[in-house]
């Protein structure tokens, strides 16, 4: 699966940004989807997570709230969105798509190991 991100770039605290992610390739093995972050000098994290039938949707606790992760997988378009609410300087860092063929992704939806599949990121910055 390729995954390609869009629609980072700066915002200011309470504002708001929604993300894009196109998947190609092996569509039909994803299981789940993803978004991560990385700020600098920090462990990649697990921002909200969502299975391919939307069963399965998690959040970090420190985003519940403010953002929603969805997804189309309507006309083949196989897309996933986090739209982003009231934004903190602290969600400040480079977000990731991540798409999963595993079967087990829905039981650890937020955790890296799960996910085979990355996009390049998106940064965020929020002043």
């Known amino acids: 699966v390729q995954l390609v991100e869009s629609g980072g770039g700066s915002a200011q605290a309470g504002g708001s940004l929604r993300l894009s992610c196109v998947a190609s390739g092996a569509i039909r093995r994803r299981v789940c989807m993803g978004w991560f972050r990385q700020a600098p000098g920090q462990e990649r994290e697990g921002v909200a997570g969502?299975?391919?039938?939307?069963?399965?949707?998690?959040?970090n606790d420190n985003v519940k709230g403010r953002f929603t992760i969805s997804q189309n997988n309507d006309n083949a378009k196989n897309m996933v969105f986090l739209q982003m609410n009231s934004l903190r300087p602290e969600d400040a860092a480079m977000y990731y798509c991540?798409?999963?063929?595993?079967?087990?992704?829905?039981?650890?939806?937020?955790?890296?190991?799960?996910?085979?599949?990355w996009g390049q990121g998106t940064q965020v910055t929020v002043s």
């Open positions: 969502i299975s391919s039938d939307g069963d399965t949707i998690y959040y």
């Open positions: 991540a798409a999963s063929s595993r079967s087990f992704c829905t039981m650890t939806i937020l955790g890296k190991s799960a996910y085979d599949s």
